[in-house]
Structures are given as C-alpha cells and as structure tokens.
C-alpha cells in the first residue's frame, strides 16, 4: 500500500486526514475491467436527462459529485467521496483541535448515530449519550445524508449554536441546542488508582495518542513509586489511526507482530511489528472494552489478547476490522476507500465479529444508557461478513460466554447489540467494570491492598 496514503480505522464520521497529500487518478490494475464507452455514455446520458427534464436546475458539477457519493457510500460502510471543502474541514480532526460540539457518530441505516461525546464537550455538558440517534440538524433531516456532510452541518464558528433533533430508545424526539465551541480532544486520561494500580483510558486513536500515553505512564511510575498493574480502558474508543494503534500495543509487546492488514492486492498486505523494548515490562494488564470499541480499540485488545499480555474484560467489541486509505485526487478533495482488512497475531479476524473479552462484565442497568441500544458493525448495511481466518480454522477465542442481557444474536452467537455505558460513568469511582478490573488486578497480581496514593 502507498506509504503517501493515511490510514483510518476509525468509526469517527470525519475522517482523519491531515497530511499535504495528493495522488493521481490511478489507472485500473492489470486484470481489473476498465470503465466501458456504454458505462460512460449511460452515467452522461442519465445527467443530460436529469438537467434536461428535472423540476429545479441542477448543475453537471453537483450531480457529478453526488454520484460519486452515491458510488462510494454503496460500497460498505465506511467508504465515502468528500469534496474539496469536506475534505478541508476534515483534516482538522488529525490536530485533534476544531470547532463544533465534541461528538462521534457513525451511521446506523442511513441516520447518524452517536458513539460517545468527547468529555467535558459542549455535546457532554448538553446531555448526550452513546445510542442517540440524531434525526435533523436545524430542522434538517439526516436521513440518507453523508457523514461528511452532517460533520460539516454540525461544525462551525465557536460561539454559534445548532439544533439537533435527537431520538433515544423508544422515547419521542427531542430537541437539543448546543453552543459550538472549539474542541481540543485529549485523548489520553490516567489516574493512580488504590494498590499502585495505575488507570489509561485512551478515547480514541489520534496522531498525539502515543507521545501522550506514554507520558501519562510515565507520569503514573514516578507517582507510584512503581507501578504493580494496569487498566487500559478502551471503552467507548471508536478507533482512529493504524499507526497509534500499533504504537499503544508496542508499549505492551517486545517485538513480535501487532496487526497485519491484507487486502485485494498483494502489495496492499503490510504486517506491523512492535518495537524492542516494553513501556510497561512485566507489570499485569486489564484491558477494557465494550461495544462502542472499535476499529484501533480492537487492533490493541486483540494483539494483547493474542500475546497473552492482558486480560481483556468487558463486553463484546463492535466488530470493525476493515482499514480505510485516505486518497486525495487533485482539484476535487479525497476518497475514503475500504482497502484491506486487518488481522490479529494468531491470523484471526474480527470483522463482524469482534473480540469477546476474556472476562465477561455486563454494564449494571443503572448504569446504561436508558434506551440506549447500539448496533454492530455486523449490522450496518452493506457491512462485510466475517472472511474468516489467514490460512486456516479460525482459532476459538470465547473463553467465556456472553451473558449480554439482548436477545438478538450475530455471527456465531455474538450479541447483535450493545448496551451502552453512559458516558460520565467511565473511569469514576461509581464504574462497575472499571470496579471488576481493579479487583482482578488485586486477587490475580499479587496487588495488595492498601490506601490510594495522596
């Protein structure tokens, strides 16, 4: 795969780009079909006719990046085309600072639908939740529109407010009004819990995650003295960039494979390795996940998971093992292409799937999203099933069933839906989940127990 190109694994609607990349328009790889002179004069034809006879005008430009829209968002997913200015707006994502509300959302049946607002976000403080799904934008409706274009919608100058339409389980639309504000993402939260047990919870991968990881771990050995365990919280992460995800699992891994990615092609197959040399030698590891952790949060579990270098606790992650190139084309913005999917070390892949924690730990119903009830990757439409594993017999990986309170199951008996944590919850004193780990840690590592750390 080109090493110009940027790729995301993220759920976040916009993508994130941010490099001054450009690439041609590349020709059709040998034995792939070119576009025939019939295709070409029946996609101008049925714009000619559009322009001719349709009720309003309609300019040859705008039906023309409409239809590559169309063309991408039926692919799967997470493909899509953005225009120069989309594009734009975009790339603010990688600085991890732009103005709008604080809010990740990917698309469930053509409405967007919310991950997790970003902590301490005009969108957190206005009560937002994981599950909500959002109906209109200033009395616009959002249905079957782009994410690119809702991200756009909802962005804007700090100071200047927007009207959402929300809908939340089974309860009547309501409408919330947020002021926008710029937004400065700190992807990385830690604290020293009780027993010189630190806690990380990383709430998605961006470029600055790995250098402020790092730092926070830092931070918690000279606070600790020495630390004696580690929570890795990756709930809620819907995900972000490759390279920070491999860097997060190099801190746990002494070399050996991290992830590798194959695709269609061969020279798309790439395999990550981690670094020589542990952030965190010998020091025991819970790792965290739900349903809203996706894409890079999968890659990190995964790879651990597989290494035997955690314990992953929680509940079923979304099952996003596709990986997305950033491709610009000059003069007309990018395309977000689908371009390969990713592997864990053993050659397991979780697309549709996803990992099921070695511990499973349901989210008390006083602690869920009232209503709340999220998809999975499995099924959103158009999404890709499960291809199964690199040369062989996927490796049974549910060490212990799921007891996930829905009903409805996905492939192999995995539950089709989440129940979302709400969001101010993660990582208090009140967490449940965050309450099994610390124990885990405290009977399983040798932790004693004792006062927190002033």
Do not use: C, W
Request: no cysteine.
């Amino acid at each position: 795969m080109p090493k110009s190109r940027l790729l995301i694994i993220g759920l976040v609607a916009a993508a994130l780009g941010a490099l001054p990349l450009v690439a041609p328009i590349a020709a059709p790889r040998d034995g792939q079909s070119r576009l025939s002179a019939s295709d070409l004069t029946l996609l101008g034809g049925i714009i000619e006719l559009v322009q001719h006879d349709y009720v309003h005008r309609v300019s040859t430009h705008d039906l023309t990046e409409d239809a590559l829209k169309g063309m991408l968002n039926r692919l799967d997913p997470h493909s899509d085309y953005m225009n120069e200015e989309e594009f734009r707006q975009t790339q603010a994502d990688i600085s991890g600072k732009f103005g709008g509300l604080g809010i990740r959302i990917s698309s469930q049946n053509g409405v967007p639908k919310v991950i997790a607002p970003i902590d301490g976000t005009p969108a957190d403080k206005a009560g937002m939740q994981p599950g909500d799904l959002i109906v209109a934008i200033n009395s616009e409706s959002t249905r079957g529109m782009g994410l690119t274009k809702i991200v756009r919608l909802l962005r804007g100058d700090p100071g200047t407010k927007v009207t959402i339409s929300v809908v939340r389980g089974s309860k009547p639309p309501f409408d919330v009004t947020i002021t926008r504000s710029i937004i400065e993402v700190a992807s990385v939260k830690s604290k020293l819990e009780s027993n010189k047990i630190g806690y990380v919870r990383i709430t998605e991968f961006g470029g600055d995650t790995p250098g402020d990881f790092k730092k926070a771990v830092e931070n918690l050995k000279r606070q600790s003295g020495g630390l004696k365990g580690v929570v890795l919280d990756l709930r809620n992460d819907p995900g972000g960039l490759l390279t920070s995800a491999v860097a997060i699992g190099s801190d746990f891994l002494s070399g050996g494979n991290v992830v590798s990615i194959h695709g269609r092609n061969p020279d798309d197959d790439e395999s990550y390795r981690a670094d020589i040399g542990e952030l965190l030698p010998n020091i025991p590891v819970v790792v965290l996940i739900n349903g809203a952790s996706a894409s890079a949060s999968e890659i990190v579990a995964g790879a651990l998971q597989d290494r035997h270098r955690a314990i992953v606790m929680g509940t079923q992650s979304f099952g996003k093992g596709s990986v997305q190139t950033m491709i610009p084309i000059r003069g007309h913005g990018a395309l977000r292409l689908t371009t390969a999917l990713y592997y864990t070390p053993s050659g397991r892949s979780i697309q549709g799937q996803g990992i099921t924690p070695d511990k499973v730990v349901e989210v008390p119903k006083d602690q869920q999203v009232e209503g709340g009830v999220m998809l999975r990757e499995s099924q959103l439409q158009g999404a890709f099933s499960n291809p199964g594993p690199i040369g062989g017999k996927q490796k049974q990986q549910n060490k212990e069933p799921s007891k996930n309170n829905m009903q409805a199951t996905g492939p192999e008996g995995h539950p089709t839906y989440a129940v979302p944590i709400k969001n101010d919850l993660i990582g208090t004193d009140n967490d449940a989940q965050l309450k099994a780990a610390l124990n885990y840690l405290q009977q399983n590592s040798g932790v004693t127990t004792g006062d927190a750390p002033k």
